[in-house]
């Protein structure tokens, strides 16, 4: 049943800095509400104040220079499938935009919200793993950045403190030579909520491979790059053996497990084929 | 308690409510414009989509304070003294079966509209991704749009 109105409380806040004093007091961010509504609608929202911070001029807009590409918290999945130079140079985030949910919901959900919901089945984070992306979380105290792959600690547990929001994410656009790939596997192409996804980027020169991240989403408690199948392949030639070799070792990278969406042993041997698939597409 | 205003299909309009209340219930229960509907409440059907500030969204899914001060354009807003052309063609090519959907895939269909002027068949699956029909008749749904005109 749909929460109680009464047990909420929503404000807005006008400043960056207000907005940071109610956060000290113990006010939750809203931004999007594409994740917080449903839990809202299901009776599961925790009750208390939550802080509409969807107008915060400060953690707006997608910022471009030569050595680095700045999205404030609050861009939209919209924006980001719209952004020709973003999309150009980091193409795994535009194409997992276009997959979260459909229109309706990618004018509405954030970046900062995506992450900041750490939602093991999330779309953005595979991505921005292997972009290696920095986060900037800010607080009454200042900014302070982390590798964003030491932000998700866990099923649901992240780095962010009560008093902080996310500022930005950032990343460097140094991946021109790449091969980029992104595969989300779901019940249907729209709306549907991965049972395993992956992004991956490689470089290779006659056939071999002379750097490769991969990452998956959804099989775990939180998105995980594949350092065994990535120093596996690393160096190597890309043949059937050892594309083989690869899917045997990603079970040391993933663990899935059986949920409502899928079964450990589909999710894997799903993620096996679809490192095939980007395999194969690199050579 | 709160006070809202909305400029809702071209008109001021001012509310007291709460500011978490689903935009959704302020359009259907607060102003009586029914035409918006209830599905899932959850952002998975699209019968509840309305543009805010010309943007298609779920209104299931926005609380009412976030609204405050933002243009809203609902069914009711799509045709002034007769249909609009989007509507004449759901009516004429079947578009509209039992109607439940049928006020977010105008919506829906308005918001592509207004993006693109020459949609493909693939746009328009695209775009009404998040508009779920359950009587199943996509096929006459994306044909009114394509026969639409180029017209919003």
């Given amino acids: ?283 | 308690m709160k006070k809202i205003t909305l400029t809702v299909n071209g008109k001021k309009v001012s509310v007291q409510v709460h500011p978490f209340a689903r935009l959704l219930d302020v359009i259907r229960e607060g102003l009586e414009l029914t035409g918006t509907k209830e599905g899932c409440g959850e952002g998975e059907c699209g019968a509840c989509s309305v543009l805010l500030d010309g943007e298609l969204v779920n209104s299931c899914l926005v609380p009412v304070l976030q609204a405050n001060g933002k243009a809203i354009l609902t069914v009711e807003g799509l045709s002034k003294k007769s249909l609009c052309p989007l509507q004449k063609s759901f009516m004429k090519c079947g578009g509209a079966q039992c109607g439940i959907c049928t006020p977010g895939m105008l919506i829906a269909s308005q918001a592509l509209k207004k993006k693109k002027k020459r949609l493909s068949p693939k746009d328009i699956r695209e775009g009404l991704a998040g508009n779920l029909c359950r009587c199943t008749g996509y096929s006459q749904i994306i044909e009114s749009i394509q026969k639409s005109g180029d017209r919003t």
């Fill in chain 1, 1 to 283: 049943m749909r929460g109680y109105l009464p047990d909420y409380t929503f404000e807005s806040a006008n400043s960056l800095k207000e907005a940071l004093s109610f956060c000290e007091a113990g006010a939750k961010a809203f931004a999007g509400g594409t994740d917080l509504m449903v839990l809202f609608e299901a009776g599961l929202l925790a009750p208390g104040k939550y802080l509409d911070i969807s107008r915060l001029k400060e953690l707006k807009g997608i910022k471009n220079s030569k050595t680095q590409v700045t999205l404030g918290a609050l861009t939209t999945y919209s924006q980001i499938r719209n952004h020709l130079i973003l999309t150009k140079q980091f193409p795994i985030l535009g194409l997992a935009s276009r997959e979260v949910g459909a229109l309706a919901i990618q004018n509405r959900g954030t970046i900062g919200g995506n992450i900041a919901n750490a939602s093991p089945a999330a779309d953005f984070p595979p991505g921005l793993l292997v972009y290696d992306a920095k986060i900037q979380l800010i607080s009454t105290e200042g900014i302070r950045t982390l590798d964003y792959s030491r932000f998700h600690l866990g099923y649901k547990k992240t780095e962010l403190r009560q008093d902080e929001l996310v500022l930005s994410v950032s990343l460097k656009p140094e991946f021109q030579k790449y091969h980029h790939f992104w595969r989300k596997v779901g019940n249907r192409r729209a709306q549907a909520i991965s049972k395993t996804m992956m992004a991956g980027i490689a470089k290779t020169t006659k056939k071999t491979i002379q750097d490769i991240r991969i990452a998956f989403g959804s099989v775990g408690p939180t998105a995980a790059r594949c350092y065994h199948v990535e120093s596996f392949l690393k160096g190597k030639a890309i043949n059937t053996q050892n594309i083989q070799e690869a899917k045997q070792l990603l079970s040391k990278d993933i663990h899935p497990i059986d949920d409502i969406r899928s079964t450990g042993k589909y999710r894997l041997r799903v993620s096996q084929n679809v490192l095939e698939e980007f395999l194969c597409g690199i050579g």
